[in-house]
């Protein structure tokens, strides 16, 4: 089983940076993939980011070059630094943890880029 919390969504305006943060109850650096997802409503859940345990990332297209996802061993965190947000990155956003063949989700975040 593992558990993961996600931190860091709230209101801002097109343009300015949001960071996300995923705290997971096992090391992430044992767990295969780390991720980040998002659903807005009406549409369906999409990979925005994920990173493996060697280190390899890769992004939707819809975000490269904005978004990085990085992982912070101190804190046994996965982040998304989100920069350039736009209203169509509004969204809840999931933390995704795939180890073994089984996927774990966190509760979400909502992030609304509006003016």
């Known amino acids: 089983q593992v558990h993961l919390l996600e931190s860091g969504g709230g209101l801002v305006q097109p343009g300015g940076s949001l960071r996300l943060s995923c705290v997971a109850s096992r090391s992430i650096f044992s767990i295969n993939a780390m991720g980040w997802y998002r659903q807005a409503p009406g549409k369906e859940r999409e990979l925005v980011a994920a990173?493996?345990?060697?280190?390899?990332?890769n992004y939707a297209d819809s975000v490269k070059g904005r978004f990085t996802i990085s992982r912070d061993r101190a804190k046994n965190t996965v982040d998304l630094q989100m920069n350039s947000l736009e209203p169509e990155d509004t969204a809840v956003y999931y933390c995704?943890?795939?180890?073994?063949?089984?996927?774990?989700w966190g509760s979400g975040t909502l992030v609304t880029v509006s003016s």
């Open positions: 995704n943890a795939h180890h073994l063949s089984i996927n774990y």
């Open positions: 990173i493996a345990s060697g280190g390899m990332t």
